[in-house]
């Protein structure tokens, strides 16, 4: 049988290994980000947003391609209450 010695090091052992882990971890999937990648990123985000707010609206047609193609000429429908 262990003593109580041997498992407090054993548990000590296996607590630091873990934090090393960690460590290593957060040092190799660490990226940095730039102002100039976050600003496409919410650019390409709103972009989305209009694109799906157009569709829902039956303001336009996405195309198999992922183009967009109008359907209305004249003037949008009004909006109803919810």
């Known amino acids: 049988m262990m003593t109580r010695k041997t498992k407090i090091l054993i548990l000590c052992v ?10 290593y971890g957060a040092s ?9 990648q976050h600003e ?4 390409l985000a709103q972009l989305e947003a209009d694109l799906i707010k157009a569709v829902a609206e039956g303001n336009g047609q996405a195309d ?5 193609s109008g359907r209305y ?3 949008t429908p009004k909006p109803r209450p919810t």
């Open 14 to 23: 296996v607590i630091l290994l873990g934090a090393a882990l960690l460590k």
């Open 64 to 68: 198999n391609s992922g183009t967009m």
């Open 28 to 36: 190799v999937r660490s990226t940095s980000t730039s102002a100039r």
């Open 73 to 75: 000429t004249g003037s």
């Open 40 to 43: 496409e990123a919410v650019k």
